[in-house]
């Protein structure tokens, strides 16, 4: 069974920094691009950054020269450190890793995962 666990979440005020952490866990042979998306209250998931097994780095235009995301493939993990936060970076926030597993018959099979979100509130 292939977990991801977010942590890191918490209040914040306007300008403060916070850092997210993912971790995997389970039956894996390796993990493609991992992703961190957010969701605010009444809108749709969106993404903001995204990193490959290589170390390309993708953000979303809202969150540039502010977030800044990174990886330890040995460790399994990803983190997202979040800087300069203001009130409109209020959201649930999710880790999203492509993980390989081995399959009977099929070598290994990529599957999307989804980690269950840590809370990101900005506020004075």
């Known amino acids: 069974q292939v977990q991801l666990v977010e942590s890191g979440g918490g209040l914040v005020q306007p300008g403060g920094s916070l850092r997210l952490s993912c971790v995997v866990s389970?039956?894996?042979?390796?993990?493609?691009?991992m992703r961190w998306y957010r969701q605010a209250p009444g809108k749709q998931r969106e993404l903001v950054a995204g990193i490959t097994r290589g170390g390309d780095t993708n953000y979303a235009d809202f969150v540039k020269g502010r977030f800044t995301i990174s990886r330890d493939t040995a460790k399994k993990s990803v983190w997202l450190q979040m800087n300069s936060l203001s009130p409109e970076d209020t959201a649930v926030y999710f880790c999203?890793?492509?993980?390989?597993?081995?399959?009977?018959?099929?070598?290994?099979?990529?599957?999307?995962?989804w980690g269950q979100g840590t809370q990101v509130t900005v506020s004075s």
């Open positions: 389970g039956s894996i042979l390796s993990i493609n691009d």
């Open positions: 999203h890793a492509d993980v390989g597993r081995s399959v009977p018959y099929r070598g290994t099979v990529y599957t999307s995962y």
